[in-house]
């Protein structure tokens, strides 16, 4: 591991951050209790975005699901909305690359005792898990692999419902199953039943395995293989509970018009790197190939509706669909399948609907929090909202292919879409989808080595903003090279940049919050590999591992996380009438949130971002709005929290 110590100064970039100053008691003179507060604005130097009306909101509970705090899962949670509770820091600074050996292309996940888990590709040490401590990024523990060690998607972190505060791990390679407590401890470990196929060199490799989802009614972890095999495991047994096949063939490939010398650059570069694949492949090509959907069934993780427990997969069509039998699709197609009774005491996957397409999909299927809109994308540039029957709904095309999974979010009907080089948000309105902006990618504006920016990986839905991956670099011919990258805060009421820190590595995988309201990275290098081998003389050494960029200015985040707590409460108070149960989650979410500013405060007074006494009147104020947090309350506890919010600001 390296600290961040060892590398160049790296610019930063903040649109909000004011002259550093310690604040003191004197600011907090007026302070009073929560119900005696005159109501204000939130102040200038935070977003102006705010909730309005009813959130969406599901029908289950989280006894065994863990309240999105962070990821926990590929996608935050098992309806891979990409949308957390919490605020993400308004000012982070790259800190550590760990473990730079690895490809990581997914990942990483957290559990609640400060560990974070991914599992990467091909590596050249058989492992299979790799635990890090999330403060330091020091090995805790590795899992070892089966020899191929072709990734195993995300790991999943679960609530443990028989024991109060503790969390399981549970980890699916293409032969083996398992579950684990966070100091490695097996509870058990269980055989997929699938064999390994004979390794070909100069083929791919099909035994990826996308990793576990949490099936709520069957108490059922389901996984699914880029082949399309999908199995459903007894969460608290191990025992193998269902085996079945999507029935999609493997697809075409459409890969990108990458010139071919600048290929053979990039491969030759990841192959003195990583090395290449136990078949012989390199990593550039091999990535770019799975990207674009090529030789795979599935090429994305998953989704399970909590609610329903309906498992949505994006994967291909029949092979004589495309009207070749050829034994590849150039169909793309949704399935949704349930795990229904087998009627002899056991149980089996049945496909309930599906939808085709010309071409394939670049997302993950995306499933709003109450289970009636599933929203996926093709490769041709639209975004397709479907009902749970997969009924279409409306599309909207953004003209160039969506490159990640739609977030969505609870919130005014908000949905995310990126492709490769833009960020959009557009609202839902039912029969129909409207923009309402396109992000302003400046975060490289004064780097004289920077020609083009554009995005860089998954959007994440937070309390605070979206946040973003942005990359910088060169176009060669068509095609955009990407020599630096880095992590940012977009303001979802504008969609201009709040804050960037340039870092050190691209990721393919998630901006993966963390529950401290920083970010971790899976170092996947594609598209700056390529800018590597082309400038090499402008672009820092390619590496694998994981990448923690850290909040800094912990004041600011609690500033943050209790103006969203506040303008949330305030909005709720206005529908806790006529939707009670929107008022609930949103209590519960505000309780999240000051959960996370009262851990932002005490890390700001070890920081010497403030002192000791205003961060205990102000962790005094906070508990006892965590006392009376009722629906009942929640315009007095708006009022407080914002006022608390304008104080961190320096705002009288």
Not at 156 to 183: F, R, S, V, W
Not at 191 to 220: C, I, K, M
Not at 576 to 596: C, G, K, N
Not at 614 to 628: G, K, N, Q, R
Request: charged share 20%; with cysteine.
């Amino acid at each position: 591991m390296h600290s961040f110590s060892a590398y160049p100064s790296w610019p930063r970039r903040w649109a909000t951050t004011t002259s550093f100053v310690v604040i003191s008691m004197g600011a907090f003179a007026c302070s009073s209790g929560s119900g005696s507060t005159e109501p204000q604005e939130p102040p200038a130097s935070v977003t102006q975005w705010a909730p309005l009306g009813a959130r969406t909101v599901g029908d289950y509970a989280y006894d065994v699901i863990p309240e999105p705090n962070g990821f926990h899962t590929m996608h935050v949670g098992p309806n891979n909305s990409d949308n957390v509770w919490i605020a993400l820091a308004p000012e982070l600074e790259l800190t550590w690359v760990a473990e730079q050996s690895f490809y990581v292309p997914e990942g990483p996940t957290y559990d609640n005792q400060g560990n974070l888990y991914f599992s990467p590709l091909f590596p050249k040490e058989d492992v299979s898990l790799v635990s890090l401590d999330a403060e330091t990024g020091e090995r805790n523990w590795a899992i070892e692999g089966n020899d191929r060690n072709a990734g195993s998607g995300a790991i999943l972190i679960l609530d443990d419902p028989d024991n109060e505060g503790e969390q399981i791990i549970y980890h699916c390679t293409y032969t083996e199953a398992m579950a684990l407590k966070p100091d490695k401890t097996e509870l058990w470990r269980s055989p997929t039943g699938l064999t390994l196929p004979e390794l070909v060199q100069g083929e791919r490799d099909v035994t990826h395995s996308f990793g576990f989802n949490y099936h709520p009614q069957t108490d059922a972890l389901v996984a699914i293989m880029n082949g399309g095999e999908i199995l459903a495991f007894d969460r608290l047994t191990g025992e193998r509970l269902a085996t079945g096949q999507i029935p999609g063939s493997p697809a075409v490939s459409d890969l990108p018009p990458i010139p071919t010398d600048l290929a053979e650059e990039a491969d030759a570069l990841t192959d003195a790197v990583f090395g290449t694949t136990r078949s012989g492949l390199s990593f550039f090509s091999l990535i770019v190939d799975v990207i674009f959907g090529g030789g795979s069934v599935v090429t994305n993780y998953f989704a399970i509706d909590p609610n329903t427990g309906r498992i949505f997969v994006a994967a291909t069509d029949e092979d004589a669909a495309d009207g070749t039998m050829d034994g590849l699709s150039e169909r793309g197609a949704i399935y949704s399948l349930d795990l229904v009774d087998d009627g002899n005491g056991g149980w089996d996957f049945e496909i309930i609907n599906s939808i085709a397409f010309d071409g394939g999909t670049g997302s993950t299927p995306s499933v709003s929090e109450d289970g009636s809109r599933v929203y996926i994308s093709d490769n041709v540039g639209n975004v397709i909202a479907l009902n749970s029957e997969l009924e279409e709904l409306w599309r909207y095309d953004l003209e160039e292919p969506v490159a990640a999974s739609i977030g969505v979010s609870p919130d005014n009907g908000e949905v995310y879409a990126v492709t490769r080089e833009d960020v959009f948000k557009l609202i839902d309105n039912g029969d129909n989808a409207t923009l309402d902006w396109v992000a302003t990618l400046d975060a490289f504006a004064n780097d004289p080595d920077i020609e083009v920016e554009f995005q860089a990986l998954t959007p994440t839905i937070t309390a605070n903003g979206i946040a973003v991956s942005i990359g910088g670099g060169k176009t060669v011919l068509t095609t955009n090279v990407m020599l630096k990258v880095g992590v940012g805060l977009l303001d979802r009421e504008t969609g201009e940049l709040r804050g960037f820190a340039v870092g050190r590595e691209e990721s393919i995988a998630v901006t993966s919050v963390a529950p401290d309201g920083g970010i971790y990275t899976a170092s996947s290098p594609v598209r700056r590999a390529a800018g590597k081998a082309r400038y090499p003389d402008l672009a820092e050494d390619v590496i694998g591992g994981v990448s923690r960029y850290k909040p800094v200015r912990n004041d600011l985040l609690a500033r943050d996380a209790t103006c969203a707590g506040g303008v949330r409460a305030r909005n709720a108070a206005t529908v806790a009438d006529a939707a009670p149960e929107s008022a609930e989650q949103d209590t519960r979410q505000i309780r999240v949130l000051i959960d996370q500013s009262r851990e932002a405060l005490d890390r700001a007074v070890s920081d010497g971002d403030l002192d000791s006494d205003t961060a205990e009147t102000l962790d005094a104020e906070l508990a006892s709005i965590t006392e009376d947090l009722s629906v009942s309350g929640l315009d007095d506890i708006g009022n407080s929290l914002i006022r608390i919010c304008r104080q961190l600001a320096g705002v009288q």
